[in-house]
T-cell receptor, first 112, second 114 residues
């Protein structure tokens, strides 16, 4: 079964609006990462947050992590049409091997 | 990411055929991975390799085999393809030098088994 579940499955917004997507997971993690995938293409790493961190920023991205609730959120501020993509969370597990387990993704559509 | 390349990019084959998907990387990473992506299921790990002599099964290895020919090359084979192996396949790499496992993905191979 999937470790990470993103919510919502799909999100449609206008340019300039903020987009928030959430990820919930089941087991203890070492870190949580967010990836972006443009249609039918490879995933691109966006940001990593460690289990002892609560918030991290990178440009227009803001990631939060709540290990007590086993959840994370990705906020994209001032969205652009070019942000249209699928976004996946991936949890890095404490298995000795840094295994990544991917969620099912959120499809974001940003309309001009 | 041009540092990780996959061939072919698209392949249509018939049930029962043997198929090999190839992955090459110029990032100098030790670790390589094969995933498959199906609609609504995200990415699932098929096999992973720490180095040339170390290969491990992922969560869905049945029906697949791999070969790590060199540090830079990791091939995925379907010995006898079946329709439910129709999917998008990704190769990825990561570095062992850090404590965290950011992965770098190839562009993917779209495989259709008829």
């Amino acid at each position: 079964s999937q470790q990470g579940e993103e919510d919502p499955q799909a999100l449609s917004i206008q340019e300039g609006e903020n987009a928030t997507m959430n990820c919930s997971y089941k087991t203890s993690i070492n870190n949580l990462q967010w990836y972006r995938q443009n249609s039918g293409r490879g995933l691109v790493h966006l940001i990593l947050i460690r289990s002892n961190e609560r918030e991290k920023h990178s440009g227009r991205l803001r990631v939060t992590l709540d290990t007590s609730k086993k959840s994370s959120s990705l906020l994209i501020t001032a969205s652009r049409a070019a942000d249209t993509a699928s976004y996946f969370c991936a949890t890095g597990l404490n298995t000795g091997f840094q295994k990544l387990v991917f969620g099912t993704g959120t499809r974001l559509l940003v309309s001009p | 990411d041009a540092d990780v390349t996959q061939t072919p990019r698209n392949r249509i084959t018939k049930t029962g055929k043997r198929i090999m998907l190839e992955c090459s990387q110029t990032k100098g990473h030790d670790r390589m991975y094969w995933y498959r992506q199906d609609p609504g299921l995200g990415l699932r790990l098929i096999y992973y390799s720490f180095d040339v002599k170390d290969i491990n099964k992922g969560e869905i290895s049945d029906g697949y085999s791999v070969s790590r020919q060199a540090q830079a090359k990791f091939s995925l084979s379907l010995e006898s393809a079946i329709p439910n192996q129709t999917a998008l396949y990704f190769c990825a790499t990561s570095d062992t030098s850090g404590s965290y496992n950011e992965q770098f993905f190839g562009p993917g191979t779209r495989l259709t088994v008829l």
